[in-house]
Nanobody
Framework: QVQLVESGGGLVQAGGSLRLSCAAS????????MGWFRQAPGKEREFVAA????????YYADSVKGRFTISKDNAKNTVYLQMNGLKPEDTARYYC????????????????WGQGTQVTVSS
């Protein structure tokens, strides 16, 4: 059974930092590209960042570029999202996803999803 479990969310003041982790099990992790998405109340789920299966290529939404960094540790079966310079508009539930079609920005291209972790940024 494939499981993706996110952790690291919490409440932080604007300008602060958080590092989200996504631990994967039940799949051959190094074969999967990984993505992070987020969803705020009343909004659609949106792309945040993605990393290729090798970890060599990364992609970011314009809204987080320069502030967030995605990385993949195949030895630990874990993907990370380092979030710096957090803004109130970053408040959302953040979801980890795994797919086999390569790193991409479309939620429909990912096969497996975690339960999410809440990030709340206060002003």
């Amino acid at each position: 059974q494939v499981q993706l479990v996110e952790s690291g969310g919490g409440l932080v003041q604007a300008g602060g930092s958080l590092r989200l982790s996504c631990a994967a099990s039940g799949l051959t992790f190094f074969r999967y590209s990984m993505g992070w998405f987020r969803q705020a109340p009343g909004k659609e789920r949106e792309f945040v960042a993605a990393v290729s299966w090798s970890g060599g290529s990364t992609y970011y939404a314009d809204s987080v570029k320069g502030r967030f960094t995605i990385s993949k540790d195949n030895a630990k079966n874990t993907v990370y999202l380092q979030m710096n310079g957090l803004k109130p508009e970053d408040t959302a539930r953040y979801y980890c996803a795994a797919g086999t079609s390569g790193a991409n920005r479309g939620a429909s291209e990912y096969t497996y999803w975690g339960q999410g972790t809440q990030v709340t940024v206060s002003s």
